[in-house]
Each structure stands twice: as C-alpha cells, then as structure tokens.
C-alpha cells in the first residue's frame, strides 16, 4: 500500500473474514495480515472458558445463520476504511468447541498502537452484535443454554 504524502490514507486490505469448523490457525491468519507499513499489530482471541456466570461450563456448540459469513465480510469491510489502519482479519469458528478452543480470532494491522488497539475492540464488539451466530452452552451440572439468539 503507498501512499503519497498529502493523499488521503487508502483503505486498509481485508486479509481474511471468515466462517468455519475447523480449528482456527492463529500463526497463519497472523501472517496473513502482515504489513510493512504497520507499527502496531494487535490480535483478538476469544477462547472458550470454563465458567460462565459461576456456573462451569463443559463446552459451546456455536450454530451460524447461512448469511453469517456475508455479515462477517461486511463488518470487516467496514473496519477498513478507519484512518490508519492497513489490515483487518476475522475469523469465527462454530461447531462442538471445547475449553480452551479459540472461537473468535481477529486482526488488525495498523500505523500506530491506539488505532490498532481501537479497532480491534470495536471489530469484535460489532462482530458480536451483528453476526448471526449462536452459541449453546453445556453445563457441566449437565443443564445447557443458548446465548445470542435473536
């Protein structure tokens, strides 16, 4: 990406948005959204904990709507065009996760740590508003629960 002094700051590049089963591969989604121009590169791991609201969770089966990969494009689309920012990445994972799998992975490539750091944030806040994707906790009490759902 070059930018000449005085231009406006091209939008950034969509490494990757994604929605999938298979365990999300964090070192090669990281080098995917590589930048020599950036001097911050800041990553998001949302993994699958143990306890929930002091209940302790055994594992989280997440259910995407078909459309939900469109809307992760989208959102991640959107993240682009921030001053500063010259990659975005997202992944979502669904299916049967267990604790300690990473179901949500984001990216942001990006001149400076606060635009990096901010956009990141707000990626996955956004993600995790407009995304339809569902989760269905199970309990280790053997009780389960589903969070998201419209």
Known sequence: MTVTPGSKHPSARLAFAEVGTE???????????????AGAVVTFCGVIRNHDAGQAVDGIDYTAHPKAADV????????????????????????????????????????HRRE????????VDEVKHRVPIWKHQHFSDGHSEWTGLP
Do not use: K, M, N, Y
């Open 72 to 111: 992760l494009r989208q959102v991640a689309l959107e993240f682009t065009g921030r001053a500063g920012v010259r990659a975005v990445g997202i992944a979502h994972r669904v299916g049967a996760l267990t604790i300690g799998d990473v179901a949500l992975f984001a990216i942001v490539a990006a001149d």
């Open 23 to 37: 365990p999300i591969d964090v070192p090669a989604l990281t080098r995917c959204a590589a930048d020599d121009a």
């Open 116 to 123: 990096a750091i901010a956009t990141t944030s707000d990626l």
